[in-house]
């Protein structure tokens, strides 16, 4: 029987495996990426940042730009009941540049690692990897003008597509120089385009002008064509944005990441200056982005700080577990490790006393509640996925003894009960190391 209530459009439920649809948001999915993103971000020294789910609008008109797409078409802004003007948060770095000025997170010395994974809210068209409600995954290193910093990012986040199972990631990298070269090359966009721009509505052509390096990142076919032949941004570039970069690509070479650098990267957010990047997956075409980021060294000045160069990453989770899914990479789901079955009804005091014990030992355990037989018991092991069954009965308690069954290959083994607990760590053990 089902609801008449469903999850509002462009949000997804995040339910326990298996799954009964052909959706891909299974818990233990979710549960596995955040841990492999967690432990790698730890593995380079970042610390994890939770911001709240919503701020002041101005934060994000104040980072992003008033004519971006996020602040102009897809905000969820509101005024709350102290008549304040406020935002669900769109995107990450914002609220965590804001929180590292609030609380002086920089004050420790520089340079600064901060981690988070949040829930993000944009109005736009739901689709495939598109959703209204979106998590992200991020990485920000604050306090760095090095291109050490900038490549360490990449890095970082190429050892985290690793880890996940996408061994064949793409870097594009580019360079898109200062506010003064930004400012030169939208002179040389807006010229280009001008045929272009003419045949427009006068919103849409104000749209455009307000940030003309945005139109290298458009999906319009026409705009597209009417930007071929464009000099690339690299020719406009300052001898120190150049110097910067070649160091940058010259990092990632001697650590092995396969990059492009791609003069069509320019990211869509104002803040973003000299190095910015994606990463596409090569086995599923370039077109498939898996995420994106680079330097922003002007967005805390902007936000009242001092100026403080900062380098980030932005990742969507969404599309990332569609990734996996595509390339076929199974992520197993968590197995108790025993469902202990009372063969007798007089056995149940002493299997919940077992489980208690098991649990001490940091076992996962999982028993009947509901005083089925002993049919019932094992399909509900065979259903949560138990590696083992642990039975027993009257006989087993004189004896002092467990029966253990193997619910994968039906073998089954007799030991005292106190053998119990260190069987299970080396048999666990086993196959733990086998299926690595």
């Known amino acids: ?28 999915r979710w549960q596995f990426v955040e841990s492999e993103f967690l432990s790698v971000a730890w593995q380079y020294g970042y610390e994890e940042i939770r911001t709240p789910m919503f701020e002041e609008i101005d934060l994000f008109i104040r980072s992003s730009g008033e004519a971006s797409d996020i602040v102009s078409k ?53 689709g495939k ?33 690793n880890a996940i199972g996408i061994e064949s990631p793409k870097v594009l990298v580019n360079c898109i120089g200062r506010v003064d070269t930004r400012t030169k090359y939208a002179e040389v966009i807006l010229s280009h385009v001008k045929g272009f721009l003419a045949e427009q509505s006068e919103e849409q052509r104000e749209k455009l002008s307000k940030n003309p390096v945005r139109m290298l990142d458009t999906k319009d076919e026409k705009l597209k064509a009417a930007l071929e032949g464009l000099p690339q941004i690299t020719d406009y570039l300052s001898d120190e944005s150049r110097t910067h970069f070649e160091r940058v690509c010259q990092i990632l070479t001697e650590n092995e990441i396969p990059f492009v650098h791609d003069a069509g990267i320019v990211r869509g957010l104002d803040y973003y200056t000299d190095t910015v990047f994606e990463f596409v997956d090569s086995e599923l075409g370039d077109g498939l982005s898996l995420c994106g980021g680079g330097r922003y060294d002007g ?7 001092k100026p403080t160069p900062s380098v980030g990453v932005g990742i ?25 079955v009372s063969a007798t009804e007089n ?40 590696r083992f069954a642990v ?46």
Not at 355 to 367: D, I
Not at 396 to 403: A, F, I, L
Not at 404 to 418: D, F, G, H, R, V
Request: negative net charge.
């Open 1 to 28: 029987m089902k609801s008449k209530y469903q999850a509002p459009r462009g949000t997804n439920d995040i339910i326990p495996g298996p799954r009964q649809t052909d959706q891909i948001f299974e818990t233990h």
């Open 74 to 126: 897809e905000m969820y802004d509101f005024m709350d009941k102290g008549d304040r003007h406020v935002a669900l948060k769109p995107e990450g770095t914002a609220p965590a540049m804001r929180a590292y000025l609030e609380h002086g997170i920089g004050n420790v010395g520089s340079p600064t690692r901060l981690c988070y994974i949040n829930h993000s809210f944009r109005y736009g068209r739901p």
């Open 129 to 161: 990897g598109r959703y209204r409600q979106l998590h992200q995954l991020g990485m920000e290193l604050i306090g760095s003008s090095s291109p050490q910093a900038d490549a360490e990012i990449i890095i970082a986040t190429y050892h985290f597509m």
């Open 299 to 305: 967005l805390i000045e902007q936000l009242g700080g």
């Open 316 to 340: 969507g989770l969404e599309r990332l577990l569609l990734t996996l899914e595509e390339k076929g990479i199974e992520i197993p789901r968590n197995q108790p490790d025993v469902y202990l």
């Open 347 to 386: 056995a149940r005091s002493h299997v919940q006393q077992l489980a208690r014990e098991l649990r001490v030992e940091m076992f996962t355990v999982q028993l009947d509640i509901d005083d089925r037989n002993i049919k019932q018991q094992f399909k509900a092991a065979d259903r949560v996925g138990a």
């Open 391 to 436: 039975i027993i009965g009257d006989d087993e308690m004189k004896q002092n003894k467990v029966t253990i069954k193997n619910l994968a290959s039906s073998e089954q083994t007799s030991l005292p009960q106190s053998e119990l607990a260190e069987w299970l760590e080396n048999t666990l053990l086993e196959i733990t190391m086998a299926e690595e």
